[in-house]
């Protein structure tokens, strides 16, 4: 009996295939989305005062520069502030983070202080930098250090790691330390140069004052214009204090400057999601009409106690005639932009090229740029080269 029922399953099994339609579904599998880390550890002393004002305005430029590989990363931005041991604080850590939005309210809140007696706690940072922040594990995400500064370090602390063994924790954790000396002190120089090699990164040097260049386009008056009628859409979601969190991001987005606010909706519309209708309009979340949008809730499952008051107070339809209404405006806000962005985009890439020429383009975006481009190539990401289009004739 054994026997028979062997050979019957054995006869059975290719017949029971022969009809494709028949065969077990597999799931493919989920693909790891690459992901870039990045942390900027700057001297924030009075004589940084350029190079902070720089990095303010072009934190959503660089953001959008790592963005742009293929395929697309997701990216996460920390930054660690520092002075020295005399001044109001030695050191500010703020977590790598996906909400950008978050990371740009922090850059805003830096100001340049303090500092006077040349070196700076240079050590505690890096140090920090290295062992304080939340690195991925994965040898497959590109994780980067910034140090950006004027002054060398100071060596005479007690108890101080020295950058030599922040470097070799650096390389163990897979983690690029890359140095941009900001003016020309002769001190800083080797020791700026030592650390990019000890920690396999690269070294450059750039006008004190950071160089960083804004590029004005004829699209920014209209993109600003987009970009109030989105903010007007949002509907600040959660318990009161996120409600706070995220119209406190729409309220500093509408302040950023001109360029600024074009840099954001540019990295906003890059960073929509597989299955997402519409792009962000604040990041990190907390934005209802978004939620909607992109059917990650319905409106049935909202929770009232989460809603502003005067959304709360609406009845069902009228609240549902609001939200069809201001998710419609954004749809078409958002193409609206979409169309302008990649006008602004072409003529940001033509004037480069034209600056390039000249000589005009080495500032700290271009140079943190450069950087990323070229050690993300060693973990798989391509960025294709931004070149002007040929002139019609």
């Not at 970009?227 to 204090?241: K, M």
Request: some cysteine.
């Amino acid at each position: 009996m054994k026997q028979l029922i062997t050979l019957i399953l054995a006869c059975a099994g290719p017949l029971a295939w022969a009809d494709d339609a028949k065969k077990p579904k597999f799931k493919k599998a989920k693909v790891e989305k690459p992901q870039i880390e990045v942390c900027f550890v700057l001297d924030t002393t009075g004589s940084m005062g350029g190079l902070i004002a720089g990095a303010k305005e072009k934190i959503w430029s660089m953001a959008n520069e790592m963005i742009s590989a293929k395929p697309t990363p997701d990216i996460r931005i920390g930054l660690v502030a520092y002075r020295d041991r005399t001044d109001e604080y030695v050191t500010k850590i703020h977590e790598l983070s996906a909400d950008i939005d978050d990371i740009y309210a922090k850059l805003m809140a830096f100001k340049a202080a303090g500092g006077g007696d040349t070196p700076e706690s240079v050590n505690q940072a890096l140090n920090e930098a290295v062992t304080k922040l939340d690195w991925s594990k994965s040898k497959k995400v590109l994780k980067v250090i910034f140090l950006v500064g004027d002054a060398p370090p100071q060596m005479k602390y007690k108890q101080d790691v020295k950058y030599p063994t922040s470097c070799e924790l650096a390389v163990k954790k897979d983690i690029i330390i890359n140095t941009i000396q900001c003016g020309n002190m002769p001190s800083t120089t080797p020791i700026w140069q030592e650390i990019a090699r000890k920690a396999e990164g690269k070294f450059a040097r750039i006008l004190q004052s950071g160089g960083v260049m804004a590029i004005a386009t004829p699209f920014d008056k209209e993109i600003a214009a987009c970009n109030a009628r989105l903010g007007l859409t949002v509907c600040a979601y959660g318990d009161e204090r996120a409600r706070r969190f995220a119209t406190g991001k729409t309220a500093l987005a509408a302040r950023a400057t001109v360029t600024a606010a074009a840099d954001r909706a540019e990295y906003l519309s890059k960073s929509i999601k597989e299955g997402e209708e519409i792009a962000e309009v604040i990041s990190g979340g907390g934005d209802l009409t978004g939620l909607l949008a992109n059917k990650k809730m319905e409106l049935k499952d909202v929770d009232e106690k989460k809603l502003p008051e005067k959304i709360r107070k609406m009845k069902p339809k009228e609240r549902e005639a609001y939200f069809a209404k201001q998710i419609a405006e954004r749809k078409k806000a958002q193409a609206e932009l979409n169309a302008l962005l990649k006008k602004r985009s072409e003529f940001i890439i033509a004037k480069k090229a034209e600056l390039k020429k000249a000589g005009k383009v080495d500032g700290f975006d271009e140079q943190v740029n450069g950087f990323i481009r070229e050690q993300a190539a060693k973990k798989g990401f391509k960025y294709e080269k931004a070149e002007p289009k040929p002139e019609k004739k």
